[in-house]
Protein backbone atom coordinates (compact mmCIF):
# COMPACT_ATOMS: atom_id res chain seq x y z
CA UNK A 1 0.00 0.00 0.00
CA UNK A 2 1.35 3.77 -0.96
CA UNK A 3 2.53 4.96 2.10
CA UNK A 4 3.10 9.47 1.87
CA UNK A 5 5.12 11.41 4.29
CA UNK A 6 5.72 14.73 4.64
CA UNK A 7 8.34 16.38 7.10
CA UNK A 8 8.70 18.17 9.19
CA UNK A 9 5.24 18.39 10.62
CA UNK A 10 5.51 22.23 10.85
CA UNK A 11 8.10 25.05 10.22
CA UNK A 12 8.29 28.63 10.81
CA UNK A 13 10.06 31.21 8.32
CA UNK A 14 10.68 35.06 8.41
CA UNK A 15 9.12 36.55 5.81
CA UNK A 16 11.30 36.77 2.61
CA UNK A 17 13.15 33.83 3.28
CA UNK A 18 12.83 30.90 0.35
CA UNK A 19 12.21 27.71 1.66
CA UNK A 20 11.65 23.49 0.51
CA UNK A 21 8.52 21.12 1.94
CA UNK A 22 9.57 17.23 1.67
CA UNK A 23 7.25 14.63 0.46
CA UNK A 24 8.32 11.13 -0.17
CA UNK A 25 6.39 8.10 -0.99
CA UNK A 26 6.59 4.17 -0.86
CA UNK A 27 5.45 3.18 -4.11
CA UNK A 28 7.25 5.02 -7.42
CA UNK A 29 4.68 3.50 -9.80
CA UNK A 30 2.16 6.81 -9.28
CA UNK A 31 0.63 8.49 -12.41
CA UNK A 32 1.22 11.85 -10.78
CA UNK A 33 1.82 14.09 -7.51
CA UNK A 34 -0.48 17.13 -6.63
CA UNK A 35 0.34 19.57 -4.08
CA UNK A 36 -2.72 21.01 -2.00
CA UNK A 37 -2.90 23.90 -0.14
CA UNK A 38 -5.24 24.06 3.36
CA UNK A 39 -6.10 26.97 5.53
CA UNK A 40 -7.68 26.43 8.92
CA UNK A 41 -11.63 25.44 8.38
CA UNK A 42 -11.34 25.47 4.45
CA UNK A 43 -11.21 22.73 2.08
CA UNK A 44 -8.07 22.03 -0.37
CA UNK A 45 -7.10 24.24 -2.53
CA UNK A 46 -4.91 22.23 -5.41
CA UNK A 47 -1.65 24.32 -6.07
CA UNK A 48 0.08 22.31 -8.47
CA UNK A 49 -0.14 18.36 -10.19
CA UNK A 50 3.08 16.70 -11.87
CA UNK A 51 2.73 14.05 -14.37
CA UNK A 52 4.57 11.05 -13.49
CA UNK A 53 6.80 12.10 -17.03
CA UNK A 54 7.30 15.42 -15.51
CA UNK A 55 10.43 16.64 -13.64
CA UNK A 56 8.96 19.66 -12.57
CA UNK A 57 5.97 22.37 -12.63
CA UNK A 58 6.00 25.78 -11.84
CA UNK A 59 3.35 28.59 -10.95
CA UNK A 60 4.14 31.99 -9.81
CA UNK A 61 6.88 31.98 -6.75
CA UNK A 62 5.83 27.77 -6.58
CA UNK A 63 7.82 25.23 -7.91
CA UNK A 64 7.57 21.58 -7.45
CA UNK A 65 9.80 18.62 -8.22
CA UNK A 66 9.41 15.02 -8.73
CA UNK A 67 11.89 12.26 -8.78
CA UNK A 68 9.65 9.57 -9.16
CA UNK A 69 13.00 6.87 -9.24
CA UNK A 70 14.03 7.89 -5.34
CA UNK A 71 9.94 8.36 -4.12
CA UNK A 72 10.76 12.59 -3.53
CA UNK A 73 8.96 15.67 -4.21
CA UNK A 74 9.70 18.92 -2.82
CA UNK A 75 7.36 21.85 -3.09
CA UNK A 76 10.08 25.37 -3.24
CA UNK A 77 8.58 28.10 -2.21
CA UNK A 78 10.41 31.74 -3.17
CA UNK A 79 10.18 34.94 -0.81
CA UNK A 80 7.66 33.86 1.21
CA UNK A 81 4.96 36.07 2.59
CA UNK A 82 2.67 35.70 5.38
CA UNK A 83 -0.28 34.98 3.10
CA UNK A 84 1.57 31.85 2.28
CA UNK A 85 0.85 30.56 5.76
CA UNK A 86 -1.04 27.07 5.68
CA UNK A 87 -0.97 23.53 6.07
CA UNK A 88 0.70 22.02 2.95
CA UNK A 89 -0.38 18.17 1.30
CA UNK A 90 1.10 15.89 -0.98
CA UNK A 91 -0.71 13.35 -2.83
CA UNK A 92 -0.16 10.71 -5.37
CA UNK A 93 -2.10 9.18 -7.63
CA UNK A 94 -1.49 5.29 -8.34
CA UNK A 95 -4.77 4.71 -9.85
CA UNK A 96 -8.19 7.12 -11.23
CA UNK A 97 -9.50 7.21 -8.42
CA UNK A 98 -7.78 7.73 -5.40
CA UNK A 99 -5.04 9.95 -3.94
CA UNK A 100 -2.92 8.94 -0.91
CA UNK A 101 -2.01 11.64 1.11
CA UNK A 102 0.83 12.68 3.31
CA UNK A 103 -0.16 14.31 6.92
CA UNK A 104 1.30 17.30 5.85
CA UNK A 105 3.38 20.27 6.57
CA UNK A 106 2.10 23.06 8.84
CA UNK A 107 4.03 26.39 7.67
CA UNK A 108 3.85 29.80 9.05
CA UNK A 109 5.68 33.01 7.88
CA UNK A 110 6.31 35.36 10.06
CA UNK A 111 6.24 39.33 9.77
CA UNK B 1 -17.66 29.87 -9.44
CA UNK B 2 -19.59 27.66 -6.70
CA UNK B 3 -17.39 24.93 -7.34
CA UNK B 4 -18.21 22.45 -4.95
CA UNK B 5 -20.22 23.17 -2.23
CA UNK B 6 -21.05 21.03 1.12
CA UNK B 7 -23.92 20.96 3.53
CA UNK B 8 -23.78 21.68 6.41
CA UNK B 9 -20.79 23.16 7.92
CA UNK B 10 -21.28 21.58 11.34
CA UNK B 11 -23.52 18.99 12.34
CA UNK B 12 -23.66 16.89 15.98
CA UNK B 13 -25.08 13.60 16.43
CA UNK B 14 -26.34 10.92 18.80
CA UNK B 15 -24.73 7.89 18.71
CA UNK B 16 -27.53 5.78 15.90
CA UNK B 17 -28.80 8.70 14.60
CA UNK B 18 -28.67 8.68 10.66
CA UNK B 19 -28.22 11.89 8.58
CA UNK B 20 -27.00 13.15 4.89
CA UNK B 21 -24.04 15.12 4.07
CA UNK B 22 -24.96 16.62 0.80
CA UNK B 23 -22.34 18.05 -1.88
CA UNK B 24 -23.25 19.27 -5.05
CA UNK B 25 -20.61 20.92 -8.24
CA UNK B 26 -21.07 23.21 -10.85
CA UNK B 27 -18.07 22.52 -13.20
CA UNK B 28 -20.04 19.14 -14.57
CA UNK B 29 -17.00 17.28 -13.56
CA UNK B 30 -18.05 13.27 -13.57
CA UNK B 31 -15.85 12.26 -11.16
CA UNK B 32 -16.83 12.98 -7.52
CA UNK B 33 -15.83 11.28 -4.19
CA UNK B 34 -15.82 11.60 -0.76
CA UNK B 35 -12.73 12.36 2.22
CA UNK B 36 -13.04 12.10 5.69
CA UNK B 37 -10.09 13.98 7.65
CA UNK B 38 -8.81 12.86 11.04
CA UNK B 39 -6.02 14.38 13.29
CA UNK B 40 -2.91 13.55 12.29
CA UNK B 41 -3.97 11.26 9.73
CA UNK B 42 -3.86 11.77 5.77
CA UNK B 43 -7.15 12.55 4.26
CA UNK B 44 -8.98 8.68 3.29
CA UNK B 45 -11.26 8.00 0.64
CA UNK B 46 -14.37 6.83 1.38
CA UNK B 47 -16.08 6.39 -1.30
CA UNK B 48 -16.21 7.36 -5.51
CA UNK B 49 -17.85 7.90 -8.46
CA UNK B 50 -16.84 8.34 -12.14
CA UNK B 51 -20.58 9.25 -13.32
CA UNK B 52 -24.18 9.51 -12.49
CA UNK B 53 -25.63 5.86 -11.66
CA UNK B 54 -21.90 4.72 -11.04
CA UNK B 55 -20.13 4.35 -7.14
CA UNK B 56 -17.39 2.28 -5.98
CA UNK B 57 -16.05 2.31 -2.19
CA UNK B 58 -12.64 3.64 -1.34
CA UNK B 59 -10.26 2.50 1.14
CA UNK B 60 -12.53 3.14 4.56
CA UNK B 61 -16.75 2.86 3.02
CA UNK B 62 -18.11 0.46 6.79
CA UNK B 63 -20.80 2.87 7.57
CA UNK B 64 -21.49 4.69 5.00
CA UNK B 65 -23.23 5.03 1.78
CA UNK B 66 -23.98 7.00 -1.45
CA UNK B 67 -25.80 7.52 -4.52
CA UNK B 68 -25.40 9.54 -7.94
CA UNK B 69 -28.56 10.12 -9.21
CA UNK B 70 -26.91 13.51 -11.30
CA UNK B 71 -23.80 14.63 -12.59
CA UNK B 72 -24.47 17.62 -10.21
CA UNK B 73 -24.86 16.02 -6.79
CA UNK B 74 -22.98 13.37 -4.76
CA UNK B 75 -24.67 12.86 -1.18
CA UNK B 76 -22.83 10.80 1.26
CA UNK B 77 -25.29 8.68 4.07
CA UNK B 78 -24.30 8.22 8.08
CA UNK B 79 -26.54 5.01 8.91
CA UNK B 80 -26.54 4.55 12.78
CA UNK B 81 -24.03 6.93 13.30
CA UNK B 82 -20.75 6.04 15.86
CA UNK B 83 -18.26 8.16 17.66
CA UNK B 84 -15.58 6.62 15.56
CA UNK B 85 -17.63 8.36 12.59
CA UNK B 86 -16.39 12.17 14.27
CA UNK B 87 -14.59 13.71 11.57
CA UNK B 88 -14.26 16.47 9.10
CA UNK B 89 -15.72 15.17 5.52
CA UNK B 90 -14.74 16.17 2.38
CA UNK B 91 -16.00 16.15 -1.33
CA UNK B 92 -14.03 16.95 -4.07
CA UNK B 93 -14.59 16.48 -8.14
CA UNK B 94 -12.17 16.19 -10.93
CA UNK B 95 -12.96 16.81 -14.68
CA UNK B 96 -11.18 14.11 -17.10
CA UNK B 97 -9.94 10.40 -16.01
CA UNK B 98 -10.20 11.18 -12.41
CA UNK B 99 -7.24 11.79 -10.87
CA UNK B 100 -4.77 10.94 -14.33
CA UNK B 101 -4.90 14.44 -15.55
CA UNK B 102 -6.88 16.82 -13.43
CA UNK B 103 -6.67 18.10 -10.49
CA UNK B 104 -9.28 17.64 -7.70
CA UNK B 105 -11.44 20.22 -6.33
CA UNK B 106 -12.45 20.42 -2.84
CA UNK B 107 -15.64 21.71 -1.17
CA UNK B 108 -14.91 23.17 2.22
CA UNK B 109 -15.68 20.37 4.55
CA UNK B 110 -18.41 19.46 7.12
CA UNK B 111 -17.61 19.17 10.37
CA UNK B 112 -19.14 16.11 12.34
CA UNK B 113 -19.35 15.13 15.81
CA UNK B 114 -20.49 12.43 17.39
CA UNK B 115 -21.63 11.64 20.58
Known amino acids: KQEVTQIPAALSVPEGENLVLNCSFT??????LQWFRQDPGKGLTSLLL?????REQTSGRLNASLDKSSGRSTLYIAASQPGDSATYLC??????????FGTGTRLTVIP | NAGVTQTPKFRILKIGQSMTLQCAQD?????MYWYRQDPGMGLKLIYY???????DKGEVPNGYNVSRSTTEDFPLRLELAAPSQTSVYFC??????????????FGNGTRLTVT
Open chain 1, 91 to 100: AVSSGANNLF
Open chain 2, 92 to 105: ASSYDRGSYNSPLH
Open chain 2, 49 to 55: SVGAGIT
Open chain 1, 50 to 54: IQSSQ
Open chain 1, 27 to 32: DSAIYN
Open chain 2, 27 to 31: MNHNY
